[in-house]
């Protein structure tokens, strides 16, 4: 099993431009979730999706739209880059249950916008 | 919603000496407690976590212990190695909130030999 994989792994974006970051996984979770890294901040949840069709947003979602068509892959669109979303983006899952589980992270994505 | 503080925010021990790692939380609901590992440049990866009915969990040379009056939790690392240097996440979710993570703004923990 790959676990989460996310594609790309880095990227340089203009500011203005769009772009779509894919996460996949292949441990038939239901739950999958978007987090942004930034320096002295840990981990803020943008968007999150609790099974295929599904999505919601969290802590931070301004500026970012997702999608959930089938159940392995959770995608992270920004529309319109800004400075302000350069990021280490790390995708997630974990099982689905009422009781917490743990989740898996990607290996992240390494966004610039200039 | 949940708020979650670490401290501190680096840490320099000497090889061979414990760490320690403390997180408080503001929602009393909060019932599970994870803590994540992540070495520079890789992904965050869970180490070892704690529910709100346990006060204390050991696994090796770490060991997580749970104060619900005090709404604190904290990490302990023992006989610390090289390979211990990494930044450690702390983190908490309430019930039926869909495994959603509130994290801590991490640890920057540096093993000196």
């Known amino acids: 099993n790959a676990g989460v994989t996310q594609t790309p792994k880095f990227r340089v974006l203009k500011t203005g431009q769009s772009m779509t970051l894919l996460c996949a996984q292949d441990?038939?979770?239901?739950?999958m979730y978007w987090y942004r890294q930034d320096p002295g901040m840990g981990l803020r949840l943008i968007h999150y999706?609790?099974?295929?069709?599904?999505?919601a947003k969290g802590e931070v979602p301004d500026g970012y739209n997702v999608s959930r068509l089938k159940k392995q892959n959770f995608l992270l669109g920004l529309e319109s880059a800004a400075p302000s979303q350069t990021s280490v983006y790390f995708c997630?899952?974990?099982?689905?249950?009422?009781?917490?589980?743990?989740?898996?992270f990607g290996q992240g994505t390494r966004l610039t916008v200039v | 919603g949940e708020n979650v503080e670490q401290h501190p925010s680096t840490l320099s021990v000497q090889e061979g000496d414990s760490a320690v790692i403390k997180c408080t939380y503001s929602?009393?609901?909060?019932?599970?407690f994870p803590w994540y590992k992540q070495e520079l440049g890789k992904r965050p990866q869970l180490i070892i976590d704690?529910?709100?009915?346990?006060g204390e969990k050991k696994d090796q040379r770490i060991a997580v212990t749970l104060n619900k009056t005090a709404k604190h939790f904290s990490l302990h690392i023992t006989e610390t190695q090289p390979e211990d240097s990494a930044v450690y996440f702390c983190?908490?979710?309430?019930?039926?909130?869909?495994?959603?993570?509130?994290f801590g703004a991490g640890t920057q923990v540096v093993v000196t030999p």
């Open positions: 983190a908490a979710s309430i019930p039926d909130s869909w495994g959603k993570l509130q």
């Open positions: 929602d009393s609901a909060s019932n599970y």
């Open positions: 704690i529910r709100s009915n346990v």
């Open positions: 441990m038939n979770h239901e739950y």
């Open positions: 999706s609790v099974g295929e069709g599904t999505t």
């Open positions: 997630a899952s974990s099982r689905g249950q009422v009781r917490n589980t743990e989740a898996f």
